[in-house]
């Protein structure tokens, strides 16, 4: 990672500003390029969509002059210091691949891959072309969220023993992501990705697994309920569960809520944000609402909130040379979480997610940063 943020360093020239370019203008680019624009020190200095309306769009609501319909022109023109991949799936093995090829740091959107063979392949081309790389995992770094970390690693309520990390909704996602009602899979590898990244964010690496899922709204192709049985290599059991099928009298959207059992007490994330701590110095509750960004929109605010969060994480490692929190290798971590939930579900059976790589190249299970990331990030 030292190179690809001296690359940074180098290229960036004079005035240390880093350089930057967003391919996929869709739905969810808005908030990318609204947080960019709010960060001291970078610049978006290209965009490009293979689709030219939304492109000239973007590119007017930000004032970005350079304008591509191919990344491949994009990164032979332009002198860039990242990518930013707000595209769907689909395209990311390719996008990355040809980043890395360039010597060009890669931030890509979630889910990285919709196998673990393509995860690894991307994480493999941007090692041997010595470029950063970090997946926009960003639950982990709602105002919440961070609030309950940071009370778990102060040891608030001593050593964990049992958590759930909960997301239940009924929110109409389809209309701003007409995909997500078409694929074979939707919750698990597009909601429960975070919410299964936020356990490990919590408790850490995961043992074993076991799963159930189910399909309740007969006008999409998924499954729209996932219930997750977690065992953590810290001694933690937790439940994962996550639903966009829950008609509940206060739609939460997009609320994850967590619960924290420890030996010297209790933690609770409640709805709107309020944490509550129990211990032997009484019972304390705090709201940890996201703040009011000038271009928030309800009922997005913690979600953009972490996408500022995440990007100004992602110019800190690459100007320090530090490896980001999801970095591709520890996002792998999570992806074999997502595949354990659907074979667990469809096999029955508890799955080691760590025996999911047997197959690939190394034959093991990649290492990342864990527990002390919590810490650190
Ligand atoms: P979208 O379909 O609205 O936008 C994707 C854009 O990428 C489209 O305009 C398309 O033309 C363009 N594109 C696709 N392949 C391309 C290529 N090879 N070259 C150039 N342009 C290309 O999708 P979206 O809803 O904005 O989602 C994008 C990604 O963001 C998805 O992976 C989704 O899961 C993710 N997402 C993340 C969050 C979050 O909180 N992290 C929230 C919503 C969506
Ligand atoms: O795509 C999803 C995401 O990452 O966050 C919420 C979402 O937009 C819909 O589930």
């Not at 192709?221 to 206060?250: F, I």
């Not at 913690?302 to 969060?309: M, N, Y």
């Not at 100007?319 to 469809?346: C, F, I, Q």
């Amino acid at each position: 990672m030292e190179a690809g943020a001296m690359t940074a360093q180098a290229k960036g020239g004079k005035t240390g500003v880093v350089r930057g370019a967003l391919i996929g203008c869709g739905f969810f680019a808005r908030n990318h390029l609204n947080a960019w624009r709010d960060l001291d020190g970078v610049e978006i200095v290209a965009l490009c969509d293979a689709d030219v309306t939304r492109l000239n769009d973007a590119a007017q609501a930000f004032g970005v002059a350079k304008r591509y319909t191919d990344a491949a022109q994009m990164l032979k023109d332009e002198a860039l210091d990242f990518v930013d991949i707000a595209t769907t799936v689909a395209s990311h093995r390719p996008l990355v691949e040809l980043a890395a090829s360039h010597g060009v740091s890669v931030i890509c959107q979630k889910p990285f891959a919709s196998t673990l063979e393509d995860a690894h392949a991307m994480v493999a081309a941007c090692e041997r072309a010595n470029v950063a790389l970090m997946v926009h995992e960003n639950f982990r770094w709602q105002s919440a969220i961070r609030a309950v970390g940071d009370a778990l690693s102060a040891g608030e309520i001593g050593r964990p023993f049992w958590g759930r990390v909960s997301f239940r909704s009924a929110f109409d996602v389809f209309s701003g992501q007409p995909y997500l009602a078409q694929g074979r899979r939707f919750i698990v590898e597009d909601l429960g990705i975070h919410v299964l990244d936020i356990a490990r964010y919590l408790f850490g690496d995961v043992d074993t697994l076991s799963a159930t899922i189910a399909r309740v709204n007969p006008s999409i192709n998924g499954e729209d309920v996932a219930t997750v049985l977690m065992s953590h290599t810290a001694g933690v059991s937790s439940v994962v569960d996550c639903s966009y099928a829950s008609r509940l009298p206060h739609e939460l959207f997009p609320q994850t809520l967590v619960e924290v059992d420890g030996s010297e007490g209790t933690l609770r994330l409640f709805a709107d944000y309020r944490v509550q701590i129990h211990n032997a110095l009484g019972t304390h509750e705090r709201v940890c609402a996201p703040p009011a960004l000038h271009w928030a929109q309800s009922p997005w605010e913690a979600i953009q909130d972490s996408v500022l969060r995440i990007e100004s994480h992602w110019l800190d490692c690459l100007r320090a040379g530090r490896e980001p929190a999801t970095s591709g290798r520890d996002n792998l971590k999570t992806l074999a979480l997502v595949e354990a939930v659907y074979l667990s579900a469809k096999e029955r059976k508890t799955i080691v997610p760590d025996s999911l790589w047997s197959h690939l190249d190394s034959g093991s299970a990649p290492h990342a940063p864990q527990m002390a990331d919590r810490a650190s990030a």
